[in-house]
């Protein structure tokens, strides 16, 4: 079996965590080429060493310094900044893992698209800003783009073998998020604590809160619409408080096809390091007598308004993902620092999206610029309402 050279963007993120486990426990499998991280160099040195990587790149130039030291006497390259990223991008990998949360993730993944390579993607904003471009680079260089989120993934699977032509809707399962179970007047009131806490997974903090308001989901929708090229119309979701069921398809002959498994990212990673074969991984098997029962329940768009916005950017198509996704960065943002409430953040996202639609930019190509400049304008709007909200 031969080595395959990996990068890992995002590498001390939770995603990144994981795929560095991964590729620890299998060193005759993996070799690393270039790690990537944010404001955690002392930890992004420890896994660069730890697997020998060629290559590790902090984000912010001023941390520089602070990786070199933390990599002296191990051989590792240490780099800095937006530049260095792209060049670590261009380092010859068989797989690039884009595991960059938000936004950000979107120019280093087209640069691995365009050296031809598998780029695992766990970046799900670089499908919502900017679905069309990334899927056009991919068959431009002749890369493939394996999906990491455990509900892609899992529809990925289910696929396997399957006509397209024949696939009848599909369902992307969601916990509920920490608040599934609130009553709806109380969810003003919810802390950044209370938002900040999983009852299923073990993730950022970021991501967690966009469970809990289900933004996250949100996204996952329009990612679906991007990655598949289904009909809006034919993609469901449904609340499944265990998190066992990550997706599921339907076809034409009346047949669902179910993708089982524990909530542990390592699966629809793994999957993605050794596609397309199947090899041992280290995560729980099920034991489905002690599981007992299965539940599910009909998502409430006024528990969960995002679900709602998300159906409107995919019926409006253009430059509504990054407007939309820029939005909901910055609508999280306010509601970290304590400047609005939970139930804010969609209120913040839907203006967004409401006063840039009439925008003539709104509907032009998506190209890099172009999704970039629709991402200041979007973030710049937040921000003016929250300024107007506070008057």
Not at 75 to 81: H, P
Request: hydrophobic share 50%.
């Amino acid at each position: 079996m031969s080595v395959r050279r990996v990068s890992i963007f995002g590498a001390t993120g939770s995603i990144g965590e994981n795929t560095v486990d991964l590729l620890a426990r299998a060193p005759d499998r993996f070799r690393a080429v270039a790690l990537t991280g944010g404001r955690n160099v002392a930890r992004l040195a420890q896994q660069a060493c730890a697997l020998n990587a060629e290559l590790a790149v902090t984000a912010f130039p001023d941390l520089l310094d602070d990786l070199r030291s933390a990599l002296e006497g191990s051989g590792i390259a240490a780099a800095a900044g937006p530049a260095a990223l792209l060049e670590a991008a261009d380092r010859p990998a068989d797989l690039i893992l884009s595991g960059i949360v938000g936004a950000a993730g979107l120019p280093p993944g087209l640069r691995a698209l365009r050296q031809g390579t598998t780029l695992a993607l766990a970046n799900k904003e670089s499908l919502v800003c900017a679905g069309p471009l990334m899927m056009a680079e991919a068959a431009a260089h002749g890369a493939r783009i394996l999906p990491v989120d455990s509900e892609h993934s899992a529809v990925f699977q289910a696929l396997v073998g399957e006509d397209m032509a024949a696939v009848e809707r599909i369902v992307i399962t969601a916990s509920g998020g920490a608040f599934r179970d609130w009553p709806l007047e109380a969810l003003a009131s919810a802390t950044l604590a209370e938002a900040s806490s999983h009852p299923n997974w073990d993730m950022g903090q970021r991501i967690t809160i966009d469970s809990a308001s289900m933004f996250n989901k949100a996204l996952e929708l329009i990612e679906t619409r991007e990655f598949f090229g289904i009909d809006p119309a034919r993609i469901e979701t449904i609340v499944h408080p265990e998190s066992l069921i990550h997706a599921l398809v339907g076809f034409r002959d009346g047949a669902l096809m179910a993708h089982v498994g524990p909530p542990d990212m390592r699966h629809a990673i793994g999957y993605a390091l050794n596609w397309p074969d199947r090899l041992d991984l280290p995560v729980a098997r099920l034991d489905l007598a002690q599981v007992g029962s299965l539940n599910f329940r009909a998502p409430c768009e006024k528990r969960y308004p995002a679900l709602r916005l998300a159906r409107e950017v995919m019926a409006a198509r253009g430059l509504s993902g990054a407007v939309f996704n820029a939005a909901k960065e910055r609508a999280l943002d306010h509601f970290i620092a304590g400047r609005i409430r939970f139930t804010d953040m969609s209120a913040m996202v839907e203006d967004v999206l409401t006063r840039l639609t009439g925008d003539s930019g709104f509907h032009a190509d998506v190209t890099l610029d172009n999704v970039h400049h629709a991402d200041q304008m979007a973030r710049k709007a937040a921000d003016g309402w929250l300024s107007a909200e506070a008057s």
